[in-house]
């Protein structure tokens, strides 16, 4: 980092006797040592974080600091005023960024250059002023001292924020790669390398919730800060559908129902919890039970959980439609609405366990009703409709009606 530096530029002009220069030259170490003890004194963030090397290593700053600002004004020296401040400068500019990679704020820092500024000023206007340096002298010297230590300031400021935006994008980046890397189902041991590195402490499970784009940042508001967020180049997602997915972490167990509570009122598709490293097997349930339009327009929330029945039977759409016909075989040779009828009479008795009367108040119709429409199936059906096998299938093949079964996918709204 290099800048122009007004404070030279006026140096040029502050008579500054030679031997004052060299007296005051002598005193940076001593000013400085002090300089520390100060800002450790009474800046909390430094209390017994300058010890040691780190001290040294500060101490050894501020003797540069206070060491080009003489070289400045020095009036015998071979030294252009005009001079951008760059060691310096870059110098304050590293210590901000130092700062920010350290977790400091820049109140910390910046209390330390206040406190540094009036330390170092006392101790240099003693000296100035025990030389006999003119009143006009002195007060000029002051001025461009702390002008001087505005512009330390000044770059450590632009340090520490460069720093800060530079490290948000990087791990902006890396927590995106993580994501997409979760939803390929990449290694565990890629997933927490990836992990790490974006600074992402793994939960013990994760949830995907797919969800309208623009729905996205009020759930996110609500959710904690752990959770990811993808919308672009996803698995298995068509572009056109303008849709985000969130990773939200440890919503297993009864927090699962306060997920489903905090979805309210958004059109969205939550999938299982699974373990964080295997939360791909959750985005594709919920991929799977969007594309098979499961759940009620304005019912609110999907959840998955609720649907396993009619996720496992669409798995295979051609052979459920193989087992239908084979299980439905003795209904084919009748009229296509006598056939749905005595199907969903005789689906209604499988679920009821034939028990009459539930099955009647289910189907809307009189007892009676239930005993004919019984008789005809055990005419068509025979003894297999006690036996265990002819029994599961129907049961999977009256699972889902066909109309559900082949159902266009319902786009979140």
């Known amino acids: 980092m290099t800048q122009e530096s007004g404070t030279g530029q006026r140096a040029a002009h502050l008579d500054l006797d030679v031997e004052v220069a ?104 003693t000296t100035t002023v025990r030389s006999g340096l003119a009143a006009e002298t002195v007060a000029e010297f002051a001025e461009l001292m702390f002008a001087y230590i505005d512009e330390l300031s000044a770059a450590s400021v632009a340090g520490h924020a460069d720093e800060l935006a530079s490290a948000g994008r990087v791990r902006r980046r890396d927590v995106e790669r993580l994501t997409r890397q979760l939803l390929a189902g990449e290694p565990e041991e890629s997933l927490r390398r990836s992990a790490e590195r974006a600074d992402w402490p793994p939960p013990q499970t994760l949830t995907v919730v797919l969800l309208p784009r623009r729905h996205l940042r009020g759930v996110l508001a609500l959710l904690g800060p752990q959770t990811l967020e993808s919308g672009e180049d996803l698995p298995g997602m068509r572009p056109a559908e303008e849709l985000a997915v969130l990773l939200v972490p440890d919503a297993h167990g009864g927090r699962r129902r306060q997920l489903v509570r905090l979805l309210h009122g958004h059109r969205a598709v939550l999938g299982p919890a699974r373990p964080w490293h295997r939360v791909a097997a959750s985005y594709q349930r919920a991929t799977r039970a969007l594309a098979l339009g499961l759940g009620e327009p304005d019912a609110g929330p999907v959840d998955t959980e609720r649907h396993l029945a009619a996720l496992l039977l669409s798995m295979d759409p051609e052979a459920l439609a193989d087992l239908r016909a084979q299980a439905l075989a003795p209904l084919a040779a009748l009229p296509p609405a006598t056939a749905h009828r005595l199907a969903e009479t005789l689906r209604s008795w499988l679920l009821h366990q034939g028990r009459r009367d539930e099955v009647a108040a289910d189907l809307f119709v009189h007892p009676q009703t239930v005993r004919y429409r019984m008789g005809k199936l055990r005419e068509l059906f025979g003894d297999r409709l006690h036996e265990p096998a002819t029994v599961l299938d129907l049961t999977i093949a009256l699972a889902v009606p066909p109309e559900q079964g082949g159902a266009p996918a319902q786009r979140l709204r």
């Open 22 to 125: 060299a007296t005051l030259r002598g005193r940076l170490p001593m000013v400085a040592e002090r300089t520390v003890t100060a800002i450790t004194a009474e800046v909390p963030d430094y209390s017994g974080a300058l010890t040691g090397a780190m001290r040294e290593k500060i101490e050894n700053a501020v003797r540069i600091a206070l060491g080009t600002f003489l070289q400045l004004i020095e009036g015998t020296q071979a030294f252009d005023p005009s001079t951008p401040l760059a060691p310096a400068l870059e110098a304050a500019y590293a210590l901000g960024s130092g700062e920010a990679r350290s977790g400091r704020s820049m109140d910390a820092l910046l209390a330390a250059y206040r406190v540094g500024a009036r330390v170092a000023w006392r101790e240099v206007s």
